[in-house]
Nanobody
């Protein structure tokens, strides 16, 4: 079993930056692919980014490529999402997830999810 807790959300102006953190506990963190999804009010949950268990491969939604960067520090059992050049359309609740299967994680069916952190970008 893995527990995930997100932090780092907040209110930021368009063009600004935030770094989200996802602290994991339970099973060996380094065994899991990690990812971020987001969900805005009235919209479906959307894939944002993912990283393999080794950190050797990253994946991004087209909407965030070049602006967001996912990373992980297995020694700290923590994954991160660095968000730069934020836009109002990035406003959403951001959820961290984890799974032994990266493909399953990317489709939104990961076994483990955090409870989310709110990111609000003002124009």
């Amino acid at each position: 079993q893995v527990q995930l807790v997100e932090s780092g959300g907040g209110l930021v102006q368009a063009g600004g930056s935030l770094r989200l953190s996802c602290a994991a506990s339970g099973r060996t963190f380094s065994s899991y692919a990690m990812g971020w999804f987001r969900q805005a009010p009235g919209k479906e949950r959307e894939f944002v980014a993912a990283i393999t268990w080794s950190g050797g491969s990253t994946h991004y939604a087209d909407s965030v490529k070049g602006r967001f960067a996912i990373s992980r520090d297995n020694a700290k059992n923590t994954a991160y999402l660095q968000m730069n050049s934020l836009k109002p359309e990035d406003t959403a609740v951001y959820y961290c997830n984890a799974d032994l299967s990266l493909p399953r994680l990317r489709t939104g069916t990961a076994n483990y999810w955090g409870h989310g952190t709110q990111v609000t970008v003002s124009s």
